[in-house]
C-alpha cells in the first residue's frame, strides 16, 4: 500500500515539474520504480534504460525462473535471502537429526538422516534392553548352579540346566554381535556429526537452490565499541 503511494505521489511531482499530460514512456520510467526492482534489498543503478541492483549481503537474485517477477519488463532482483549460516551450524550442532538438511531445503535427504539416526537410537535401547534381560538371565544361572549341586544326581534337573546354558551362551553370541553392529553405527553417526558440523560452519553446503548461505558467524561474536 505504501508503495502505491510513493509510486502516485511520484507521478503527481512529475506532473507539477513538467506540467503536461504523461506519455507511456514517462510512466514506464524505470527511475519511478528504481526500489521496487530491488525488492528494497539492493542499491539500483540505471543502465541504459535498465535497472541494475547491487543486492545487499543477505539477499541475491531470484535462481528458480519459474519464480523470477518482472515490473514493465524489468526483472525484479534481490528477492531471494539467504540461508543463515549460524541456523545452519546450530541445527547441525545441536539437533544432528538432519534438521539443517530440512531448513535448507533438502526434504528428501532430511527424511533418509532423520529415519537412519532414529533406528541407531531404537537399536541402542534395545540392546541396553537385552542387556539388561541377559544380566537377569545370568542371576538364574547362579540360582541354577546351585540346583544343581545339591540335586547334582537328578540326571532329569542336569539336563535341563544344560539346556539352559547352551540357550544363554547362543542368546550371548548374539547380543554381542548386535552390539558390535550398534557401535559400527554409532560410530559412523559420530562421525557424520562432526563432518556435518565442520561443513555448515564453513559454508561448504549449499541450500536446495544452489546458493550459499549467508555468512553470519563473524556477527556473532563481535561486539561494537562502547
Known sequence: MINLVTFFLSILFIKSQYGQRFTREMI?????????????????????????????ASYVNEPNEKKVKYINGQMVQCSYQKKKR??????????????DLYYLGYK??????????????????????????????????????????????????WNQVNKKKKEKDKNKRCLNIYGFINKICLAFFLIYWVINIILQAKGIIKDSNGIETDNDMDTLFSREDI
Open 28 to 56: 514506464e520510467d524505470p527511475k519511478l520504480y528504481k526500489n521496487e526492482i530491488c525488492s528494497y534489498n539492493g542499491i539500483p543503478e540505471i543502465v541504459d534504460n535498465k535497472i541494475i541492483c547491487n543486492c545487499y
Open 86 to 99: 549460524f541456523k545452519t551450524f546450530f541445527l547441525a550442532g545441536i539437533l544432528p537429526m538432519g534438521f
Open 108 to 157: 528428501l535427504y532430511f527424511s533418509i538422516v532423520f529415519i537412519a539416526i532414529i533406528i541407531v537410537i531404537a537399536n541402542n535401547i534395545i540392546h541396553f534392553y537385552l542387556t539388561y534381560q541377559l544380566d537377569e538371565k545370568q542371576e538364574e544361572k547362579h540360582k541354577n548352579n546351585d540346583i544343581n549341586e545339591n540335586f547334582g544326581r537328578n540326571v532329569n534337573i
